[in-house]
């Protein structure tokens, strides 16, 4: 009977890590970013007819800012231009973005910076980076996917060979996942990236400025790896349960 409840459990923590891996990587909203260029704020102010009319412009962008938004993930990197608002983040909801996005490829370009041209060594450095965190993402998806096949074979046969093997790929998934989560924290908050492109973007914008903050996907992944390795101990434990028993 404690046995059932074990398998049961045990497969409910891997069909939830199964699902909340999935989303993680296959969403595009790791990062959630939004930046506001303003090069004329600071120009001088007219005292003649137009003068009202430059006042009603600057209420109006105090008001409702045009800002340029993104959202990033494994697979692309979109930027899209509104209104800035209070709730700005729910911009990034697919239903409530503009048809006009700029939707790149995002496997090895490390956002932020640029382009190459910018600093050839900080860039060839971002690839390397980038190149390790995408490699993580896809070693630890395969392995939570082959775990989820691997489980549902043992189940109706009782092998305790498949157990072991499922609960070891959850383990594999969940240290990769961690990795991936640990080496995106890096990334945004420890390393000079930010910092490169807002000195890239001030060269061009004296105003400018950037807000950064996590998205869904990235809060998807910690509690993926969560399930992933509570669920690889269990099916570790219920594997040696098996042995025990039919030995």
């Known amino acids: 009977m404690k046995l059932h409840v074990a398998q049961f459990f045990a497969g409910l923590f891997g069909a939830l890590a199964t699902l909340f891996i999935l989303l993680s ?5 790791w990062l959630l970013a939004s930046e506001t260029c303003n090069p004329h704020s600071n120009g001088p102010v007219t005292s003649e007819r137009g003068d009202i009319m430059v006042n009603q412009g600057q209420h109006q962008v105090s008001d409702g800012q045009n800002i340029t938004f993104h959202h990033e993930g494994l697979f692309w990197r979109c930027s899209f231009n509104d209104i800035m ?3 700005n983040l729910w911009k990034f909801l697919i239903e409530n973005q503009p048809h006009a996005r700029v939707c790149k490829p995002a ?22 980076y980038r190149g390790f965190w995408s490699v993580s993402m896809l070693v630890g998806v395969a ?18 060979r ?12 969940g240290f990769f996942l961690l990795v991936v989560t640990v080496m995106y924290v ?13 000195e890239y973007q001030s060269n061009k914008c ?21 399930f992933c390795l509570l669920s690889g101990l269990l099916f570790l434990v219920i594997g040696h ?3 025990h028993h039919y030995n």
């Open 85 to 87: 608002n209070e709730d």
């Open 143 to 160: 392995a939570v996917v082959a775990a989820g096949f691997i489980i549902i074979c043992a189940a109706p046969c009782a092998s305790h």
């Open 25 to 29: 990587f296959g969403t595009d909203y």
């Open 107 to 128: 496997y090895l370009l490390p956002f932020p910076i640029p382009d190459e041209s910018y600093n050839t060594t900080s860039y060839q450095t971002a690839i390397i």
């Open 206 to 226: 004296s105003e400018f400025e950037l807000n950064i903050t996590y998205g869904l996907s990235f809060m998807f992944a910690p509690v993926g790896v969560f």
């Open 162 to 173: 498949l157990y072991k093997a499922g609960g070891g790929l959850y383990l594999i998934s």
């Open 241 to 243: 349960t098996v042995q």
């Open 186 to 198: 890096i990334w945004i908050d420890i390393l000079d990236v930010m910092s490169l492109y807002e």
